[in-house]
């Protein structure tokens, strides 16, 4: 392949509607162009690259027993309109309709096509687990399209489904389906975090995310640094901390607190820190108050909260409902003496003492209050989210929290589609029951994004050699000169024997253009043919990853390139 404006279409300035390193280096190294918001075009090494993102799935994905097919994007809406999501799906579904006037989309996955197949095939326990998948373009028509393909509109994924009789039989594929998808990360180079995650949308009761640590990442992720566990911040279960409470007192005391109602300003003007203040979140839940206690220096998790009232049909208290709940005082609402109000206490509340809390009537709190003494911190439920520092339930070790890609995120569905669409196999005993499903994305083009964003530097973008969309960058410096293209010719010619196809670089520029250029693409291995190859017959082989650049006999050159990749990153 030849580096020409248009194969490859570097830029030098940084494109303004890129915030993020990937973003913004996969435009100017010339691999894709946006199109509309969240809507790109690959160019010939983008195209490549996602190519070879997309190898290493279907590998990985065969290996663990699924087998491909390919489904339409174009989805009629009546499959949907069974599994009840048509509706459910909001604004986020890309609709539109045929000249009859039938309702169509453009599928954001594809639960309700694949159950609806695998059911016409009247399966019996006999043809079951059955796992397929494809690898295809989705839509989302997202509110905030960003960040390149890390959020767009219009994405490629693989995604899988698997149908099976029992639990057991689901738990098996899903264990060989985390592992694979563990193995896709190791292949493209990504460090990941497995993390239990919310399902969401698509359903289940078990669901495991597949998190690279990215300061860019849009979601938080919880993990241990001693053990493997991880989960997403809203799921996360700690340890309590033990930190909660303060100066101890006979009994409580009232002091003066004049308009001060968060925490950090009822801390600091009584001299101490927020780990002695008891935070009050107020809800509305089924018509009723529900006064949530955690310790100051943590927020109420809504999803935790949800699990504990049995509902999410929940809201902060708006300030034009207080005047309903007379018994809360609203900023200064505490536990003690608290009455006709629901309350909920974080786990961390129970035993601590000297704290100071809110004592129900404006412009006063409590101070020295005690738990068990003043009030009795019950029901207590892990309510609250985590702090840096606080313990892993598993192990104990030190929990950190951090920002995270989603690449991947796989599901126990159970029989949510099946029961839906009436998707059902016959038994051992004859009888006919809803086939139990699993669920796995991963999403392709995200993937490249985020192997980009992991492995660039100020100079461009540092291709690990597994998906990086071709091995070689050859410059050729100055191409007028006959040996040099000859050289280069040569080269080219014994690598494609090999199988190796190259990018060479033989445009009339001037040398710093192209070794910026070889930098930004950041192919793993440049051979420069230049000047020394006159003078001692060598050409410099520079590793992109390490910088290291050693000269190397021409007549070596193919041996020493294929050394050199499988050492390569
Ligand atoms: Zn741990």
């Not at 640094?225 to 006979?250: I, K, W």
Request: proline share 5%; aromatic share 6%.
């Amino acid at each position: 392949m030849r580096f020409s404006r248009v194969t490859v279409p570097t830029l030098k300035e940084k494109p303004a509607e890129a915030q993020i390193p990937s973003h913004e280096l996969l435009l100017r190294a010339g691999m894709m162009r946006a199109v509309a918001a969240g809507i790109y075009t690959m160019l010939p090494l983008g195209a490549l690259a996602l190519q070879r993102v997309e190898d290493i799935v279907r590998r990985e994905m065969n290996a663990a027993g699924a087998l491909e097919v390919v489904l339409p994007t174009l989805h009629p809406a009546d499959p949907w309109m069974k599994s009840g999501r048509w509706h459910q799906y909001g604004p986020e579904m890309m609709r539109l309709g045929d000249r009859q006037g039938r309702d169509f989309c453009l599928g954001p996955t594809a639960e309700e096509l694949i159950t609806e197949a695998v059911a016409k095939t009247a399966p019996s326990y006999r043809d079951l687990p059955v796992n397929l998948y494809q690898i295809q373009t989705k839509f989302r028509d997202e509110t905030r399209p960003r960040f390149g393909l890390i959020r767009g509109r219009e994405f490629r994924m693989k995604d899988a489904y698997s149908f099976h009789v029992d639990e057991g039989d689901l738990d098996r594929t899903y264990d060989r389906m985390r592992q694979a998808y563990s193995s896709v990360a190791r292949g493209c180079s990504l460090p990941v975090r497995v993390v239990e995650a919310v399902t969401g949308l698509i359903g289940g009761d078990v669901s495991h995310e597949f998190m690279v640590v990215s300061g860019i990442g849009e979601d938080v992720l919880v993990y241990c640094g001693d053990c493997d566990y991880g989960a997403d911040a809203e799921l996360e279960s700690h340890s309590p901390g033990g930190m909660f409470g303060g100066t101890e007192a006979a009994a409580p005391q009232e002091v003066h607190t004049p308009g001060l109602v968060s925490v950090e300003e009822v801390a600091s003007f009584l001299g101490t820190g927020p780990a002695s203040v008891t935070k009050c979140v107020l809800y509305v839940a089924g018509g009723e108050a529900v006064a949530v206690f955690v310790p100051g220096y943590r927020e109420v998790s809504e999803t935790k909260l949800a699990r504990v009232l049995g509902t999410d049909e929940f809201h902060p208290m708006r300030e034009d409902e207080r005047e309903k709940f007379p018994a809360v005082t609203a900023g200064y609402t505490g536990p003690v003496g608290l009455e006709g109000v629901r309350t909920v206490f974080d786990l961390e509340i129970a035993g601590a003492r000297g704290l100071i809390c809110g004592a129900n009537r404006p412009d006063y709190h409590l101070g020295g209050v005690e738990e068990g003494r003043d009030f009795a911190a019950e029901p207590a439920f892990d309510v609250a989210t985590a702090v840096q520092g606080d313990a892993c339930v598993r192990c104990g070790g030190e929990l950190r929290i951090a920002r995270g890609i989603e690449i991947g995120h796989i599901f126990k569905l159970g029989v949510k589609y099946s029961e839906a669409m009436g998707a059902s196999f016959t038994d051992r005993d004859g009888k006919d029951k809803p086939m139990i499903m699993g669920t796995y994305g991963i999403g392709t083009s995200r993937i490249l994004a985020t192997v980009v964003e992991q492995h660039h530097d100020d100079g461009g973008i540092k291709w690990p050699v597994s998906v990086a969309p071709l091995p070689v960058e050859v410059l050729v410096i100055s191409p007028g000169r006959r040996e040099q293209a000859e050289a280069a010719e040569r080269l080219t010619r014994a690598l494609a024997g090999r199988g190796m196809e190259i990018l060479v670089d033989d445009r009339e520029a001037s040398p710093g253009v192209k070794f910026n250029d070889a930098d930004l693409v950041g192919l793993p291995l440049q051979v420069v043919i230049g000047k020394k190859l006159d003078s001692d017959g060598t050409v410099d082989l520079k590793v992109r990853y390490t910088g290291e650049r050693r000269a190397v006999r021409v007549e070596l050159a193919v041996e020493e390139i294929e050394r050199a990749l499988e050492e390569a990153p």
